[in-house]
């Protein structure tokens, strides 16, 4: 089973590099860009057995650090 | 007193931290490779160096905070035993969940290497007890994350209970209420971005940094 796993700042945290391709993006003449937030992206294969419970034991504990970063599984 | 510093792939502040630990206690400290799984007995106190460990993949320390030493190092940090991180070594801390909070990129998006000017912001743990309140001192940084984050109750919770040991006295890299250091709840764990152990003698242009490690020193006794 794939999966694609998308880690994002949370709401309210402070993105310096999303705030830099958005100056970026201005620069390059693209109007109308009101906001820009960058995140991860992690792909993986697993067993297809791998449960819900164990996915969400790996974000937590390794792929995300909830302290700063929302996750959003996405099966394939 | 026995010391020990933990060396990850891509530590690179571990000799300037077993050089600084000789200088203060007299004794050469163990290096304690990440894949060993067990502290040497008779430790007076841990440190945490600073680098780029496991080349800072997936985030700053978040690796590290999950090697096999780290179990040992969370085990005795919670039986009271003084850890020290500085700077990577913060962030491995931070992720290893001894101290709240996260280390972000810095808010300029530049690497921040040189000295900046600190407030000393509690005087009762073990690492500042040597230093006088609201003392400046002066420390070199070298990060490119060290932008502190906590959510606002967390940091209100660290400020009442005097567990900010430093502060920026300027504007450095964006961290939450200029914090530079923190201490855990029992204060035995404190984690700080500055490089205290490169600051402990007079040809590195001051010895401010010294007297953190005389403070434990004198704590743990020799």
Known sequence: ?76 | MKTAVIVFPGSNCDRDIAVALEAVTGVKPAMVWHGDTSLPDGLGFVAVPGGFSYGDYLRCGAIAARSPIMRSVVEAADKGLPVFGVCNGFQVLAEAGLLPGALMRNESLHFVCRDVKLTVADTDSAFTRLYDADETVTFPVAHHDGNYFADAETLDRLEGDGRVAFRYAERVNGSARNIAGVLNARGNVLGMMPHPERRIEAAHGGDDGRRLFEGLLETVGA
């Open chain 1, 1 to 76: 089973m794939k999966l694609r796993i998308f880690v994002t700042l949370k709401p309210g945290v402070l993105d310096p590099q999303g705030r830099a391709i958005h100056h970026a993006l201005g620069g390059l003449g693209f109007a109308g860009v009101e906001d820009v937030r960058a995140g991860k992206l992690i792909e993986m294969e697993v067993a297809d057995a791998t449960d819900d419970a164990q996915i969400d034991a790996m974000c937590r504990q390794l792929l995300a650090n909830t302290v700063i970063e929302n996750y959003r599984v996405e099966r394939a």
